[in-house]
T-cell receptor, first 114, second 112 residues
Framework: AQSVTQLDSHVSVSEGTPVLLRCNYS??????LFWYVQHPNKGLQLLLK??????LVKGINGFEAEFKKSETSFHLTKPSAHMSDAAEYFC????????????FGTGTKLQVIP | NAGVTQTPKFQVLKTGQSMTLQCAQD?????MSWYRQDPGMGLRLIHY???????DQGEVPNGYNVSRSTTEDFPLRLLSAAPSQTSVYFC???????????FGDGTRLSIL
């Protein structure tokens, strides 16, 4: 069995300050982990993925995430928030097997205050 | 390159009506899937396909049918719409059953 927990449903930051979106997972196997972003009225877009290579993963738009096996975490960070980062972010875990083994988190809405 | 195209973008149905949500991709991806997105629940897999002529059920398949006669198209059919099917529906495609997937912009469906 696997699960993913996004610890905050809403996060609010000021423009230019750091962003931290938290994600914890549980998986019986060595998982693959992903972060997606969803802007209003749009589909999901891949930000970054971890697939057992480097534990610090860099993605698009200045985002990065660190896989910490001991803490079963995969938190998403960005040094300086931009207004265009306001969106909903989803953490996704994939265990072994096909589509059935993909689990989406419930999402974190990021608000960026000017 | 259009990617994944979903039609319609919005639809309102009455309980008991049937309809088909269309999904087409032009990336020659073998893998396609349908998800529904409900507030506070993330995305849940409805049906998926690993190639033309092959489909299978996901987490929440009841009330929905799919078919995959071509690589490009993967329509989702609501057989008899119910208010519980009010949701945002996303179609996605990919090179393999692993992530990442390419998502369409969604169909917002309301059942009255």
């Amino acid at each position: 069995a696997q699960s993913v927990t996004q610890l905050d449903s809403h996060v609010s930051v000021s423009e230019g300050t750091p962003v931290l979106l938290r994600c914890n997972y549980s998986s019986s196997y060595s998982p693959s982990l992903f972060w997606y972003v969803q802007h209003p009225n749009k589909g999901l877009q891949l930000l970054l993925k971890y697939t057992s290579a480097a534990t610090l993963v860099k993605g698009i738009n200045g985002f990065e995430a660190e896989f910490k096996k001991s803490e079963t975490s995969f938190h998403l960070t960005k040094p300086s928030a931009h207004m265009s980062d306001a969106a909903e972010y989803f953490c996704v875990v994939r265990g072994s097997g096909g589509y059935q083994k993909v689990t989406f988190g419930t999402g974190t809405k990021l608000q960026v205050i000017p | 390159n259009a990617g994944v195209t979903q039609t319609p973008k919005f639809q309102v149905l009455k309980t008991g009506q049937s309809m088909t949500l269309q999904c087409a991709q032009d990336m020659n991806h073998e893998y396609m899937s349908w998800y529904r997105q409900d507030p506070g629940m993330g995305l849940r897999l409805i049906h998926y396909s690993v190639g033309a002529g092959i489909t299978d059920q996901g987490e929440v398949p009841n009330g929905y049918n799919v078919s995959r006669s071509t690589t490009e198209d993967f329509p989702l059919r609501l057989l008899s719409a119910a208010p519980s099917q009010t949701s945002v529906y996303f179609c996605a495609s990919g090179v393999q059953d692993n992530q990442p997937q390419h998502f369409g912009d969604g169909t917002r469906l309301s059942i009255l």
